[in-house]
């Protein structure tokens, strides 16, 4: 362990110096392993559409159609589909589902694409520490019912974005994520299960201010592969 974890300060330090802003948090249940600027809140892109289906799954009707939408935001990052889910309920209900699971710096201010709330000011936000909460919320059974977090965790296992913390991972794992991209900006976030029967480990990068407009998908995969490393004994 000790390896991985002077491998991903390395990657950090080094990222930074070159002007990137880094946030990292591997995390597994005897607690944070690595931690680098954890806590700090980023533009959250994508990444905030978990706790958007968390609080849909929450509050909308258990149909096939808000099934699909939700589905649809997930797996391939669909902005229309999270528009009609967030216009279906509004900000407020994804904010109180935040403040009420205690995660902090999680906040919903604009619907997917608009670009005219930005230019005033207006994002969406969260942190390394809060997507794992978030995450161990629903992995520890403490959001949702059984049959609700088996929904969330399919439709997160089913992510088809796989060019980041997996893109250096060849041999198998479950993965359970959402990524998240803007401009200059390039996050994966979520809870690996790996073969060997161990419990669930957590692991989130977020990128901003990146050398390339597409973002570092090749530091996220260098992150992806470090930890995945370590558990399948490479």
């Avoid at 900006?185 to 050398?211: C, E, I, M, Q, W």
Wanted: hydrophobic content about 40%.
């Amino acid at each position: 362990m000790k390896t991985a974890i002077s491998k991903l300060s390395e990657l950090c330090d080094a990222a930074e110096k070159d002007g990137t802003g880094v946030s990292v948090l591997w995390a597994d249940d005897g607690g944070n392993i690595f931690a680098h600027n954890a806590d700090e809140r980023v533009v959250s892109a994508s990444v905030i559409k978990v706790a958007i289906m968390c609080a849909a799954l929450e509050t909308l009707p258990a149909d096939d159609y808000w099934t699909e939408k939700i589905t649809w935001m997930i797996i391939t990052s669909d902005n229309d589909a999270t528009n009609e889910i967030i216009d279906r309920f509004g900000f407020g209900a994804v904010n109180a589902f935040c403040e009420k699971h205690g995660l902090t710096q999680t906040v919903l201010a604009r619907r997917m694409l608009d670009y005219d709330a930005i230019a005033q000011g207006r994002n969406n936000y969260t942190s390394a520490r809060d997507t794992q909460r978030l995450y161990r919320l629903i992995f520890n059974g403490e959001i949702l019912t059984p049959a609700l977090r088996e929904t969330a965790k399919s439709i997160l296992r089913r992510q088809r974005n796989q060019d980041y913390l997996l893109r250096n991972v060849w041999r198998e794992c479950e993965f359970y994520h959402k990524t998240g991209t803007l401009d200059y900006l390039t996050h994966d976030s979520g809870v690996f299960v790996f073969p060997n029967g161990g419990k669930p480990v957590y692991l989130g990068a977020f990128l901003r201010n990146t050398r390339n407009i597409e973002g570092d998908p090749e530091l996220l995969g260098e992150i992806g592969r470090t930890v995945t490393d370590y558990y399948l004994g490479e």
